[in-house]
């Protein structure tokens, strides 16, 4: 046996049993069964057959266009000011780091609180507060994108080089100082490659985030279920493969430019 798995503990054993309990428990509660899967296939098929071929009318597409525009806008506008609004936030809540010193847990349960919450509840209650459309997605994909970036910020704030900051701290320098000129510089790498995460995460967050009114392409993709247009609903969810797959390109390029 590997060294790893060699002399586990009673209580590990036993946490693993109940892991293993708690799991068959649930595949025979929850999963899927046999004849379900098989009844199913047939149902899909004919989905399928009702949505091909996709809907290419020039009015219907020029309106897809427009609601993908928007659906971009709001990613990349509520991912820039959630990711400007991380990077204050994130500071509080490292540990070691922080000027709330052992305060820095509130900022930390703030974060967890944003990010614990569901962006689809998130964006009911912002639908209730401000209206339908895609300032509350917008809104909802800032509050995602702190809980998000928040978080890795942080650990990679307290994960940066001590020295650095000591030296700065011998001569002197203020938090913020510190923060400047030796916790950011070494932390960047790490918080960028976060940030076009947070930017790819956007993307998709904001095409469902329409299914609740919030704006985008998501709200014509609902529209055209609601209505059982679903040559319509092809050509949506094929533009919004297309448009995922393309930001993934540009983010992993982007990350192996800056690695």
């Known amino acids: 046996m590997p060294s790893r798995m060699r002399g586990a503990s009673p209580g590990a054993f036993i946490g693993w049993v109940v892991l293993l ?11 899927p069964s046999y004849s379900q899967l098989i009844d199913g296939v ?15 009318e020039g009015a219907f597409l020029n309106r ?5 525009i928007e659906t971009f806008q ?13 990077l204050p936030i994130a500071w509080l809540a490292s540990r070691g780091i922080s000027p709330l010193g052992h305060f820095s847990f509130l900022a930390k349960a703030f974060v967890s609180l944003l990010r614990t919450v569901p962006d689809l509840v998130w964006a009911l ?35 940066s080089e001590e020295d650095p900051r000591q030296a700065l701290s011998a001569i002197g320098a203020g938090r913020m100082s510190v923060l400047v000129g030796a916790i950011i510089p ?38 055209a279920f609601d209505l059982f247009q679903y040559p319509s609903a092809m050509t949506i969810i094929l533009v919004i493969f297309v448009i995922v797959l393309a930001m993934e390109f540009v983010t992993d390029y982007l990350r192996r430019k800056i690695s």
Request: glycine residues 10%; charged residues 15%.
């Open 64 to 68: 897809v266009f427009w609601q993908i």
């Open 74 to 86: 709001s990613a990349l506008v509520g991912s820039a000011i959630g990711i400007a609004l991380s």
């Open 125 to 159: 209650l912002f639908v209730s507060a401000v209206g339908l459309g895609a300032v509350a997605g917008t809104l909802t994909i800032i509050v995602d994108t702190i809980g998000f970036c928040g978080r890795f910020f942080a650990e990679a704030m307290e994960d």
């Open 186 to 223: 070494d932390a960047a790498p790490s918080m960028v490659n976060s940030s076009l995460f947070a930017l790819e995460k956007a993307v998709r967050s904001s095409v469902v985030l329409g299914l609740v009114g919030a704006g985008g392409i998501g709200q014509e993709l609902k529209v």
């Open 21 to 31: 309990t708690v799991i068959v428990v649930s595949l025979d509660d929850v999963a």
């Open 42 to 56: 047939p149902s899909m098929m004919s989905l399928l057959d009702r949505m091909i071929p996709p809907n290419t």
